[in-house]
């Protein structure tokens, strides 16, 4: 069998650097002063005070990312990247109670194919919200998939470069207050064909419901 050089997308995907956006609260930095009271007794002042509501920080229902190397099954890894090591190989985080993935690559004979699985925890429902929102901006086409998660899109994009097609397709789905997002490419360095939308499209979203179905196993 001849060897085939990994073109230079691909070359660099051997690394990947997964960069995942977190939305944040803006918070102001100070409160005006209250006027003070001439005539206000100070029992009945220290009493209101004390028995004022304190704020209580709302429930999350994910607290922490999920192992995301164990969220596939293994039958599932030997469908859709045939030829790579089903443990996979967890990429390192700054933090890895919040944010998690998970890569496998092989290349089988000509055929090539990539798919990482990453986990997002954020402060809350409403933060993930506008996080899935934004990340339905960066991306053009695609559509809803029904049934995963809170929400979820898929979207699938082909790209040549030095006459080779590579097809991609990302899954993001959130659920609550953490998102999963999927990633799924193939190539064919024989053909220089990418394999059919339809594949990589089905591929990338059986991945994101068993990852789902992971996370949905960490509530709290």
Not at 147 to 156: E, I, N, P, Q, T
């Amino acid at each position: 069998m001849r060897s085939f050089p990994l073109p230079i997308a691909l070359t660099a995907r051997l690394s990947p650097v997964v960069v995942l956006a977190a939305a944040g609260w803006a918070l102001s930095s100070g409160t005006p002063a209250a006027p003070e009271a001439a005539d206000e007794p100070t029992g009945k002042t220290k009493t209101q005070s004390a028995s004022a509501p304190s704020r209580t920080q709302v429930a999350k229902t994910y607290a922490a990312a999920p192992a995301p190397c164990g969220s596939i099954a293994e039958k599932s890894v030997k469908s859709l990247v045939p030829g790579a090591k089903t443990a996979g190989k967890e990429i390192q985080s700054t933090d890895s109670k919040l944010r998690r993935t998970c890569s496998w690559n092989a290349l089988k004979g000509y055929e090539y194919r990539w798919l990482d699985v990453s986990f997002e925890v954020l402060e809350s429902d409403e933060a993930a919200e506008r996080s899935y929102q934004g990340r339905l901006e960066d991306k053009s086409g695609g559509g809803a998939v029904p049934g995963l998660g809170d929400a979820a899109y898929s979207v699938v994009n082909l790209t040549t470069e030095d006459k080779q097609q590579t097809r991609e397709g990302v899954v993001v789905a959130r659920a609550s207050n953490a998102l999963v997002v999927v990633t799924y490419n193939g190539s064919d360095f024989e053909s220089k064909k990418a394999p059919s939308t339809d594949e990589i499209n089905k591929g990338a979203i059986k991945a994101a419901k068993e990852a789902v179905a992971a996370l949905e196993k960490n509530r709290n």
